[in-house]
């Protein structure tokens, strides 16, 4: 019995080098160096003057340089800004503080306002558009629910703290219907708040609501949870709640934003680079002579753990986890079935812009704060993985989508355009 074990583990050990190399033969290489670029409503032309200008930011919450960096890239952006019709603003797509959230504190108490400052307020400060405060509109990831009610904060003391005074940024916090709660930003709100039921308060928010432009933000963290308990009356009611919405809307364009998006090449899509599997973790700590007898081990390792162990126990946020799953293919359909231009999200750390059907598409801007590999599928238009944003500029029936890649060493930036028409009515 002895034997056959030592055998058996033998035999796994000695398989592990054959693993390794047909993974380095067979998996795809990660858009890094180079963005992965298909010529499909790329857009090289000088861009006409827009009406409309805003810009998707997600996974921003490091005070890392990083994040300080793409900052400073925005607040050049607005400065050079071409005049706009409406003041521009920025769609903050979650994960707002890592690694945790806001922890379960009184309203404006002072680890709560320190963690805010070093996350949003120092990064964003002197934030404007001619001289006029520009305002964020901030929807929850995944990290912001870590802690019990610490994502309330974001609903009052980030706008208590955040109101465009003294060179700040202006902080919205969405989707949070009062019912009959003074949004007073106060000790007061957030205690009524803490009494409600957030699956009865968090249902789809309009930010923006006019003949031309419709955005909608969305609770995703909250979905996912909903989904993985089974609530599925309380699943019905916002996703009927959504569509009414839309379908009472003539507004030419409409875009959905939340914090985790329906397709994806990234890692919560299961890619994983060469460069991850090997150089991260308890490698780090092995001496640099021995890193190369145990590169095969460790990538082999790697991969058991991504394949078997993940494929029996998938992570709760990645796409391959059946409510996570169940979730983007219900909103996919409410896309579909409304006519759905965009939707926004972030939770992948990289850029990329993904057609998921004919003239409906999405966009990850998920590296405003932390970085990943992605790989590119027969759906992508644009990905790589780069610190940066999105800026979107509409005018008429073109909306201009693009992707501003930030070098952080040198700080640079190189933009991509690309442009979706629509038919002329």
Same mark, same amino acid.
């Given at each position: ?5 030592? *055998? ?109 400052? *070093? ?23 995944n990290h912001d629910y870590h802690q019990t009610n610490g994502r309330l904060h974001e609903e009052t003391t980030a706008e208590y703290?955040?109101?465009? *005074? ?189 057609e998921l059907q004919k003239k409906s598409f999405q966009v990850i801007s998920g590296s405003a704060g932390k970085l990943n590999s ?12 780069i610190p940066g944003f999105v800026r979107f500029d509409l005018q008429n029936n073109k909306m201009f989508v693009n992707f501003f ?21």
């Amino acid at each position: 019995m002895r034997s056959r074990l030592q *055998k058996f583990i033998r035999a796994i050990i000695f398989s592990m080098p054959v693993i390794a190399i047909l993974v380095t033969i067979f998996v795809p290489r990660s858009d890094k160096d180079k963005p992965f670029i298909k010529k499909d409503y790329l857009y090289t032309k000088k861009p006409t003057q827009a009406t409309t200008t805003f810009y998707a930011l997600g996974d921003w919450g490091t005070a890392s340089k990083h994040q300080k960096i793409v900052a400073q890239i925005l607040r050049n952006d607005l400065q050079n800004l071409k005049s706009v019709d409406s003041a521009p603003f920025v769609l903050g797509l979650g994960d707002n503080v890592y690694p945790d959230g806001l922890p379960d504190k009184q309203f404006n108490d002072a680890q709560v306002t320190t963690m805010l400052n *070093k996350r949003f307020g120092q990064a964003y400060h002197n934030t404007k558009y001619e001289d006029e405060a520009i305002v964020f509109h901030v929807v929850p990831g995944n990290h912001d629910y870590h802690q019990t009610n610490g994502r309330l904060h974001e609903e009052t003391t980030a706008e208590y703290m955040f109101d465009g *005074k003294n060179d700040s940024p202006v902080f919205k916090s969405y989707p949070i219907h009062h019912n009959k709660i003074a949004d007073s930003n106060n000790q007061a709100e957030h205690q009524a708040l803490k009494e409600k039921n957030l699956e009865e308060i968090s249902l789809p928010q309009s930010v923006v609501e006019t003949q031309e432009l419709l955005i909608i933000a969305l609770d995703t963290p909250l979905y996912l949870k909903l989904y993985s308990q089974g609530k599925t009356s309380i699943i019905k009611q916002h996703w009927e709640y959504l569509r009414k919405k839309m379908q009472q809307s003539s507004a030419k364009w409409k875009l959905l934003f939340g914090h985790h998006p329906i397709k994806s090449y990234g890692n919560h899509a299961g890619f994983r680079s060469l460069r991850e599997w090997t150089w991260t973790g308890t490698r780090d700590k092995i001496p640099y002579f021995l890193r190369p007898v145990t590169f095969l081990w460790f990538t082999s390792l790697s991969i058991i753990g991504e394949y078997v162990i993940h494929s029996i126990s998938p992570y709760k946020q990645d796409l391959r986890h059946p409510s996570y799953h169940k979730f983007a293919i219900d909103l996919r359909k409410i896309i579909k079935e409304n006519n759905v231009d965009f939707y926004i999200a972030g939770h992948d750390h990289n850029l990329q812009f993904i057609e998921l059907q004919k003239k409906s598409f999405q966009v990850i801007s998920g590296s405003a704060g932390k970085l990943n590999s992605v790989s590119h599928g027969k759906e992508t238009i644009f990905s790589q993985e780069i610190p940066g944003f999105v800026r979107f500029d509409l005018q008429n029936n073109k909306m201009f989508v693009n992707f501003f890649a930030v070098d952080i060493e040198n700080i640079k930036t190189k933009v991509t355009t690309f442009c979706i028409e629509k038919d002329q009515e």
